[in-house]
């Protein structure tokens, strides 16, 4: 038996040492499997000129959602809507996807009924059929995964891989509302627990509850690089914060960034609830998460093309990765950037 001494604890590795540690030395074997592990999706030779792009998620009660606050049909549509944003984060478009669950009998029909209508709204807005899964009992509570199946040009698939120095760093949307959305959540409830008398006091709190519960994946920012004409130099989702993202393309592409901490969209009312929350808004932004927009990088010369577009903000530029990574403040001083994600394994 091995000395317990030796063994590693998964909290001090953290998520994304974690897959690296268990992947690393893993080769692909097939011609078809042209790219594997390391970014949002894998990309799967189909033909000459097209690939496949397979993603998948999981979903834990407990740990992804909390069923107290989290309608069962937002559920379902949020299940799909961040597996459809995976493809997005390739440039590539959604086709089918597989859904599977396992579910304790503390469950109704109903419950579940309603999660597949969420999850049937999420396929009609981003045209995405339904093509099998996989059902079983589960110990306690609810776990979702989806895997999903896109297709792209394999010309046009964007890797976290390609951002280049002085490449503009872009981000669509405005950032930090989802977290202040788990916030407003997660108070209410407490608030509700300790006296069931008091109802959760939600109003004027609609668009941040909004973009918690219900993500939208950007399907409508890859038709936007179509009709534009624009080829993004790298490109990846934002599920675990800005700070962490950002690191995922310098590390992938080997380079430095500079990203100014007044340019970071922020919408008013998640500054407000912030603020509420004696909470920093950019720091929500930074390491929040869950907004499901798209961070990219787009050559200097394709500025002209983005310019203006109300979905789009230049938050930064590439550097030289012995730079380093740096977020500008607003009195001008650099701080190096760090991921405080809040997805990292807890001992709870
Ligand atoms: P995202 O946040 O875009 O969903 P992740 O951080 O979950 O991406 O995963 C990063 C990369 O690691 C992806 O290529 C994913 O497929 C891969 N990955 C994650 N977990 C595992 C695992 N347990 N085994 C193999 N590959 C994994
Ligand atoms: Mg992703």
Known sequence: MENSQNLRNLNDLGEFALIEQLTKNFKLKNQTSYFGVGDDAAVISISKNDICLLSTDLLIEGVHFDVMYTPMKHLGFKSVAVNVSDICAMNGIAEQITVSIAVSSRYSLEAIEELYAGIYLACEKYKVDLVGGDTTTSVSGLTISISVLGRAKKSQVVYRSGAKEFDLLVVTGDLGAAYMGLQLLEREKAVFEANSKIQPDLDGYDYIMERQLKPEARVDVIQFFKELQIQPTSMIDISDGLAS????????????????????????????????????????????????????????????????????????????????????????????????????????
């Open 245 to 348: 993202e950002i690191l995922h393309i310098c590390k992938s592409s080997k380079v430095g960034c500079h990203l100014y901490d007044k340019k970071i969209p922020i919408d008013t009312k998640t500054a407000l609830t912030a603020i509420e929350f004696n909470l920093d808004p950019t720091t929500c932004a930074l390491n929040g998460g869950e907004d499901y927009e798209l961070l990219f990088t787009i050559k200097q010369e394709d500025f002209d093309k983005i310019k203006g577009n109300p979905h789009m903000t230049v938050i930064g530029h590439i550097t030289n990765e012995k730079d380093g990574i740096y977020l500008i403040d607003k009195n001008e001083s650099a701080i190096p950037l760090k991921a405080q994600g809040w997805k990292y394994f807890t001992s709870d």
